[in-house]
């Protein structure tokens, strides 16, 4: 299971996602053909947590393959129940992200928690400036690894892609819902093509509740903290560039903004996430 989270990790951070559908376009994916590429540079994904590592990105695989009717597309396993040239429906089942953040590898090197008796009142000096009012992620219980179940909506133009998620914890850890909705477009530029996405991410007060809540049995000096739900928009601007049928140059950033229901935790000190990566990519299949 840890190699397993290890490798979604990274494919969450990976610098595309192909989609299926039966046209000939760019980034369409034929039936029964496995794609996988490899990208090697240098970039990182910021943490806004408190005591939260970056994560360093230095080699992002991207692989995929479908049939008529199932798929993997990176972190992604689906089935297909319907599809055209500009519409696909699938129920689709993968694991949560939000793990991420309080494990830098998302699993193997495991953070070692304190023990309660090591937590000091707040009347005691402990020869730190941080205010009581921020939390350490290594001061908390550790987080746990969900699988999300849930309905995924394709709709494909010319030039351009859109697609809306809903989610469902199907292994009762946070017990709530996440939806996200996306838009694409592609353009030819500097004889390669650029892209452009927003995104807009909704999350539950049970899921922002479990991984970014502090309750009693965490620190007992601090309030209860109580999460809502959370909105949270992205942009992404991306660059590729086919060298030959092989290899390509490749970069990209993200910026996702945090809102108040996330930055008002205590483990949470920064109101965006943001990665960015640059390199080459070697396609092998």
């Known amino acids: 299971m840890k190699s397993v989270a290890w490798l979604f990790l990274f494919c969450l951070l990976g610098s595309s996602t192909a989609f299926a559908c039966a046209t000939d376009e760019e980034g369409c994916v034929a039936p029964h053909q496995f794609q996988l590429s490899m990208a090697l540079g240098a970039g990182q994904r910021s943490n806004p947590l408190y005591d939260g590592d970056s994560f360093p990105m230095l080699l992002l695989p991207d692989f995929s393959y479908y049939t008529d009717?199932?798929?993997?597309?990176?972190?992604?396993?689906?089935y297909s129940l319907k599809?055209?040239?500009?519409?696909?429906?699938?129920?689709?089942?993968?694991?949560?992200?939000?793990?991420?953040?309080?494990?830098?590898?998302?699993?193997?090197?495991?953070?070692?928690?304190r023990t309660s008796g090591s937590l000091l009142p707040p009347e005691v000096d402990t020869g730190t400036e941080k205010s009581l009012a921020a939390v350490s992620i290594t001061d908390v219980k550790k987080r746990p690894t969900a699988v999300d179940a849930g309905i995924q909506f394709n709709w494909f133009g010319e030039q351009w892609q859109s697609r809306l998620n809903?989610?469902?914890?199907?292994?009762?850890?946070?017990?709530?819902?996440?939806?996200?909705?996306?838009?694409?477009r592609f353009w030819p530029f500097a004889g390669g093509q650029?892209?452009?996405?927003?995104?807009?991410?909704?999350?539950?007060?049970?899921?922002?509740?479990?991984?970014?809540?502090?309750?009693?049995?965490?620190?007992?000096?601090?309030?209860?903290?109580?999460?809502?739900?959370?909105?949270?928009p992205e942009l992404r601007l991306g660059w590729q560039k086919?060298?030959?049928?092989?290899?390509?140059?490749?970069?990209?950033?993200?910026?996702?903004?945090?809102?108040?229901?996330?930055?008002?935790?205590?483990?949470?000190?920064?109101?965006?996430?943001?990665?960015?990566?640059?390199?080459?990519?070697?396609?092998?299949?």
């Open 166 to 184: 809903l989610w469902q914890d199907i292994s009762s850890k946070y017990k709530g819902q996440n939806a996200s909705l996306s838009w694409s």
């Open 242 to 285: 086919a060298l030959n049928q092989r290899w390509s140059l490749l970069t990209f950033y993200r910026y996702l903004h945090l809102d108040d229901a996330m930055t008002d935790s205590p483990l949470v000190q920064d109101d965006s996430v943001q990665t960015w990566f640059v390199g080459v990519s070697y396609r092998f299949y």
């Open 83 to 113: 599809q055209n040239e500009q519409f696909a429906v699938s129920m689709v089942m993968r694991l949560n992200s939000e793990k991420g953040y309080f494990q830098r590898w998302f699993a193997g090197n495991v953070v070692s928690m």
């Open 69 to 78: 009717s199932w798929f993997i597309d990176n972190g992604t396993l689906g």
């Open 194 to 232: 650029f892209d452009l996405s927003t995104s807009l991410y909704w999350k539950s007060a049970k899921l922002i509740e479990t991984y970014y809540g502090v309750d009693e049995d965490d620190l007992y000096y601090l309030q209860r903290y109580q999460g809502s739900a959370s909105w949270q």
